[in-house]
């Protein structure tokens, strides 16, 4: 049987991945600590789980309008507004089974064959497989750790060419944190000014920042650059709800509209319930995220601290998001690297470290060969202070014996 080109083009998410593994191996009783998860290890807050339980008792059990209750496109426009200063129609928003979902469905709407989707590296897993999907072709822009991983207009400028339909920013950044500030989204905005593209901005981080960052949007420079953004955001980090698959979008009507076609027939609508779930989330009073970001703003402290005393690493403090991507570099030419290099042949030097860290230290981590650099590995501290404590011990001692 001969499966489609598109799929042979992509490869399963490796960042699931490991947190199967993680899990296959704890559920065989080897005490792993994980650091692979994408997502926050709070529960769901009760307020939230709370009105699902009341809209599955009030019978919100059907189907509802394609691209989301009127309740719930109604919070998203409020949001905007509010933490945005963005003012979009209803017409201009539309809701989705997930973030991911979100960019899968824009995808599938921009994308001719061969067009070309600018994507900044480091970069989310998922960006370049759904341009693939979508028979498009990621372009990447290469940064690292002395630009804080934020690309800059020269480097933007030399990789759009007549076949640009899309750039991405993804700020605050998973895998890196980096976050591009107000100043350096306008210098990006004189490179885009005149183009005729799409700019995709993923905010799905926008609420976990940290040391008083101010987020900023490239739709806030004007209402040109507003016509051509789509913004992009969703329920997953912020409220602690990957499971309940809720994302949104806003921007061009024509566009939103089409995307709406494409879940019609599709998926139809998100599952009601967790709409109903989601539009809690919204119109809440936002404690329960203060709260979380509170812990996730102390344990980022100790896991750079923690990683910058390990010999051979080197970690940046990240803006924003919950995951850090430390340089493992300096290990590459220790005494020790023969034998792991050996061992893991074929692989990549960070899936290697990555395989070494898992049978010596029994810590998962993702390669960052996975987000398209090769001398990091990304770790996420939404897990408990004490695994933080722990796993960083577990690092130290097994990078030691390589030393
Ligand atoms: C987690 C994540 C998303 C969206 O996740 P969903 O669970 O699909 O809502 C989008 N973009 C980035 C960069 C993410 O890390």
Same mark, same amino acid.
């Given at each position: ?11 399963? &998410? ?78 201009? #928003? ?46 990447? #822009? ?64 926008? &609420? ?63 599952? &009601? ?131």
């Amino acid at each position: 049987m001969v499966l489609s080109e598109r799929i042979l083009k992509v490869k399963p &998410s490796p960042t699931l991945a490991v947190t199967n593994l993680a899990n296959s191996m704890k559920a065989k009783g080897i005490d792993i600590i994980g650091f692979g998860s994408g997502e926050p290890d709070f529960d769901t807050p009760q307020f939230i789980k709370d009105a699902a339980i009341q809209a599955i008792n009030n019978g919100k059990t059907k189907y509802t309008p394609v691209g989301g209750i009127p309740e719930l496109k109604e919070a998203i426009i409020k949001k905007f507004k509010k933490d945005n200063d963005l003012e979009y129609k209803t017409t201009e #928003v539309t809701v989705n089974c997930g973030g991911k979902h979100s960019f899968y469905n824009l995808m599938q709407v921009l994308l001719n064959d061969s067009d070309e989707v600018v994507i900044p590296s480091p970069y989310w897993v998922s960006y370049p497989s759904m341009v693939l999907l979508a028979g498009g072709k990621p372009v990447i #822009v290469n940064t690292d750790e002395k630009s804080g991983f934020k690309m800059n207009p020269q480097q933007l400028e030399e990789k759009i060419t007549e076949k640009t339909k899309a750039v991405v920013i993804n700020s605050p950044s998973n895998p890196t944190g980096a976050a591009y500030t107000e100043d350096e989204l306008k210098e990006l905005a004189q490179v885009l000014e005149k183009r005729d593209l799409i700019i995709i901005t993923d905010d799905i981080y926008e &609420s976990i920042t940290y040391d008083n960052f101010k987020f900023s949007n490239i739709a806030n420079i004007s209402d040109k650059f507003k016509n051509k953004t789509i913004v992009l955001n969703g329920v997953s980090k912020t409220y602690s709800m990957t499971g309940w698959r809720i994302g949104y979008m806003a921007g061009d009507e024509k566009i939103i509209k089409k995307t709406e076609t494409l879940q019609s027939q599709s998926t139809s609508n998100p599952a &009601s319930i967790s709409q109903w779930a989601a539009l809690a989330a919204l119109t809440g009073d936002g404690t329960a995220v203060k709260e979380m970001v509170s812990a996730f703003a102390r344990r980022r402290k100790l896991i750079v601290e923690g990683l910058n005393n390990i010999p051979g690493i080197k970690c940046l403090n990240p803006a924003g998001s919950f995951y850090v991507f430390p340089s493992m570099e300096g290990l590459f030419n220790s005494k020790g690297w023969d034998h792991i290099n050996k061992k893991y042949e074929g692989e990549h030097n960070s899936s290697k470290l990555s395989s070494y860290l898992i049978e010596e230290a029994k810590i998962a981590v993702v390669p960052g060969i996975a987000f398209g650099n090769d001398n990091h590995i990304r770790m996420s501290f939404a897990t408990s202070d004490e695994n933080i404590t722990e796993g960083l011990k577990r690092i130290k001692e097994a990078v030691e014996k390589l030393f």
